[in-house]
Structure formats: structure tokens, C-alpha cells
């Protein structure tokens, strides 16, 4: 049995170490930016997004008590290897120009798992149920008992950790997810200044860049983009496809998953949305948080940890007046 599958672990990373390597030098180092404090400080891969026992499921919720209680966390480091060479193919065939169609394939399952694995996206998944939850309770007691208060939703011991497992282990729900990533226009942005793109500890950004004519009638995921840095010079942006083909300048030749150069202006845009809709921490391979540090200073509200997800999936700072690029389109 592998050391894997035996070994006890305190500290979980919420962000794969293989992905944040790639943002850290020869030595795994690089550079974290605390929101909350407005503080950077040196980091290495091994310490970065890691939370006690934030995978470990509570005795009274399985039902097996013989069940190891670390099955998740073990099951992500047996996966560790396969995403490795999945984020390697992607980093070589980008930078050579493009992404593949199999590997792409493969990087969209690998997204799906990062994006849903993080303390930020188990918050926006409690809240959804929370709020769905309660939705109910409201319901039976205005049909049950009008006139009275209404009682508030609770949840069990250990709950929050289970109902995350559940979807993570959910073959079907992470598939359903990884084929919405892969249905969207993909494209790479090469990174040709001297600032490098920022990850953080909720890497795979959600944006939306709505149509002029947006309102009631217009589909919210019209508009709708995710981006995802593959290194500290790589970038894969995932668009929807309608206004992509609206925005776009191609004239019809297909560029999906081709590699693009992208200037200050779409960097100064990327790492923003890095900076504004991650939890608590932003990492660069170098100290260069000038961006993060204004921006916490200016918009208070991305330096709470614990507001709500609605709030952070409708931020954007793709404003004119900032300067940033509306959309990345070649």
C-alpha cells in the first residue's frame, strides 16, 4: 500500500502543490499576499493554501464507522501524480502555441476538481444550501404555523465537511462540471511583461462580461467567463462561446486553444480579478503586489474572508476608468 494511502496528514492543501509550483522558483518559493493584513511575505509550495484537517470527515457522518475519516484528503494525493501530467502537457503545449484537444479534455476534468475543492467554493456551497434550506423552513411555517417566528436552519455535527465530499466524490457532478468548462471557447494568454500573473487560493476566477443589451431576457451565462493562470506566464481564459464570437476579430478562423500574447492591460485585468475574488491569500513568484496592495486599500470588501459568495461571483473590476481590457479577444 502506497505511503499515500497510510500516512496521516494534518495539513490539506486546498490548491493542488503541482499547480502552485508552477508559479515558484527552482526552490518551490515564492511570494503570498495576505488581504486581510495587506502583507506579503515569503512562502513556499508545501505551506501555501493548506488548512488543518479541512478534508477530514466527522465520525458521526459516515456510515461505516470503520471508514477512514482521511479518504478524501488520500484520495487527492493519489491524484496528485495524474495532475501533474496534465499541467505539464498544458504549460508545454501552450507555450508552444497550443493546447490539444486531449489534453485540454483532460485539464478541464482537473479544473473542475481545483475550482470545487477550496475553502472558498465549500462556503459558496453551504450558503446555497443554507439559504435553499431555510427557503423551506420559511415555507412550512408560514403554510404550518402563520403568525409565528420562523425557525432558522441548522445543520448537523460535520455536515459541512460531508456535504463538500459527497460532490467532490460525485463522479457525475464533476464530469457535468468539467464538460461546462469544456464547452466554453478556450483561449491562452502568454504573459510578455515583467509582472508575473498572480494565483491564489480560489485560482479559477469566475467573470462576466455582460452584452449591451443585457437585462431580464438575456441568459446569465451570456457574457460569462472563467480564468485559470497555468503559470506564472500563462493564462487560460474560457469564454462563452456567443460573445466570443460577437467580440472577436478573427473573421472566422478557428483559434480555439491557440496561445496569444497579452500585454499590461490584460495582465493589470487577470491578476485583479486574482486579487479581488480569492479568499485570503494571492501568490506570485515575485514580491509584486503593488496591484493587490491598491486594491485592497481601495475596495475593502475583497479583504473579508467570510463574505458571502454571491457577492464575490458578482464583483468585477473590469471597469473603463480602471483602464483594463473589456475582454480578452484577438
Not at 500516512?7 to 499576499?33: G, P
Not at 459516515?62 to 495524474?82: A, C, H, I, M, Y
Not at 491598491?294 to 463574505?307: N, S, V
Request: charged letters at 25%; aromatic letters at 10%.
Amino acid at each position: 500500500m502506497s505511503d499515500a494511502l497510510t500516512q496521516k496528514s494534518k495539513e490539506q492543501h486546498t490548491v493542488s502543490r503541482c499547480y502552485l509550483k508552477r508559479f515558484a522558483n527552482t526552490q518551490c518559493q515564492f511570494f503570498s499576499f495576505n488581504k486581510v493584513h495587506g502583507k506579503s511575505s515569503p512562502c513556499g509550495t508545501k505551506s501555501a493554501s493548506v488548512v488543518d484537517s479541512f478534508y477530514d470527515m466527522h465520525p458521526a457522518t459516515l456510515q461505516d464507522p470503520n471508514t477512514d475519516v482521511q479518504w478524501l484528503e488520500k484520495t487527492f494525493s493519489v491524484l496528485e501524480n495524474r495532475y501533474e501530467a496534465v499541467l505539464s502537457a498544458a504549460v508545454h503545449e501552450a507555450d508552444a502555441g497550443a493546447v490539444s484537444y486531449d489534453t485540454g479534455s483532460s485539464l478541464a476534468q482537473f479544473i473542475a476538481l481545483q475550482w470545487m475543492r477550496t475553502v472558498g467554493r465549500r462556503a459558496g456551497i453551504l450558503e446555497a444550501e443554507e439559504n435553499a434550506m431555510q427557503a423551506v423552513v420559511d415555507k412550512w411555517y408560514a403554510e404550518n404555523s402563520p403568525g409565528i417566528p420562523t425557525g432558522r436552519f441548522k445543520r448537523g455535527v460535520g455536515d459541512e465537511s460531508a456535504l463538500h465530499a459527497n460532490l467532490l466524490a460525485d463522479y457525475d457532478t464533476v464530469m457535468g462540471i468539467a464538460e461546462k468548462f469544456w464547452s466554453l471557447y478556450w483561449l491562452v494568454g502568454r504573459n510578455t511583461t515583467n509582472q508575473p500573473f498572480y494565483t491564489s487560493d480560489d485560482p479559477v476566477i469566475l467573470d462576466r462580461i455582460p452584452p449591451k443589451n443585457d437585462g431580464p431576457n438575456v441568459p446569465p451565462w451570456v457574457g460569462i467567463e472563467y480564468s485559470f493562470p497555468l503559470s506564472s506566464r500563462l493564462i487560460l481564459v474560457m469564454i462563452d462561446r456567443y460573445m466570443f464570437s460577437k467580440i472577436s476579430s478573427t473573421n472566422g478562423e478557428n483559434v480555439e486553444r491557440r496561445t496569444f500574447d497579452m500585454g499590461e492591460l490584460e495582465i493589470e485585468r487577470y491578476n485583479a480579478l486574482q486579487v479581488a475574488k480569492s479568499t485570503k491569500y494571492v501568490f506570485c513568484e515575485e514580491n509584486k503586489f503593488t496591484l493587490a496592495d491598491r486594491l485592497c486599500r481601495e475596495e475593502l470588501q475583497i479583504r473579508e474572508p467570510a463574505r458571502s459568495r454571491e457577492l464575490i461571483d458578482s464583483t468585477t473590476l473590469a471597469h473603463t476608468k480602471q483602464g483594463w481590457s473589456v475582454m480578452f479577444s484577438r
